[in-house]
């Protein structure tokens, strides 16, 4: 219950919703690993499906003090995962949204930071972007790199382009990411679908 603390509390149907999906993810057991991603067939062909399996074990989504990967996460932990990924609240104020943006945006942060050193080099961001981009049955390749392309010059606009004459670029930074992200709705662009009952209760 702890992971959705503060915004406002959460029913014991959602709980028990949550608690159901990683009964049948961990096949009863206590703990999830990675291999148990294994079984979903909506991730077997998602371009970024190591990037997604390992944002879940990233300690830093854990929101634990140590670095690295965990080897296994237990329902508390499913539940901190899940809290990224929750609606905006109605009843939420100014700083409360600003908060739970920054939160929803330092867990896409971290998939893009895969070497855990606080930066995303542009050529990372650019590769994670056609990635994403790969799975789209209706782009072709060409336009898929084009996009990534631009996508990677106009970080480098945000990133690069405040900097002095002087200063070395070393990466891609999270207030960097904050102000690339700035005026879009990450709300609706953070969905968890192969999470759904239906899609595991299929991978029997």
């Not at 992971?3 to 406002?8: C, R």
């Not at 294994?38 to 074990?57: C, M, Q, T, Y």
């Not at 600003?98 to 895969?114: G, N």
Request: aromatic fraction near 10%; proline fraction near 3%.
């Amino acid at each position: 219950l702890s992971a959705f603390s503060p915004h406002s509390p959460v029913t014991s149907e959602q709980i028990e919703h949550l608690h159901r999906r990683f009964k049948q993810l961990s096949r009863d057991q206590l703990t999830i690993r990675k291999e148990n991603f294994d079984s979903i067939p909506d991730l077997e062909f998602n371009p970024i499906r190591g990037k997604i399996v390992h944002a879940f074990f990233d300690k830093r989504n854990l929101r634990q003090e140590s670095d690295g990967l965990a080897d296994e996460i237990n329902f508390e932990d499913f539940l901190t995962i899940m809290s990224y990924f929750r609606p905006i609240e109605m009843n939420m104020d100014e700083e409360q949204l600003d908060r739970f943006r920054k939160e929803k945006l330092k867990f896409l942060f971290h998939m893009y930071d895969s070497d855990h050193d606080g930066k995303i080099t542009l050529q990372e961001y650019r590769n994670v972007v056609e990635e994403l981009l790969s799975g789209n049955p209706h782009l072709e390749k060409e336009s898929a790199r084009s996009i990534a392309d631009g996508a990677m010059m106009e970080a480098a606009s945000i990133c690069v382009g405040q900097m002095g004459p002087d200063q070395v670029y070393e990466g891609i930074t999270f207030d960097d990411f904050l102000k690339m992200w700035q005026g879009i709705d990450i709300e609706t662009k953070m969905h968890v679908r192969f999470l759904t009952m239906e899609t595991i209760a299929h991978c029997y």
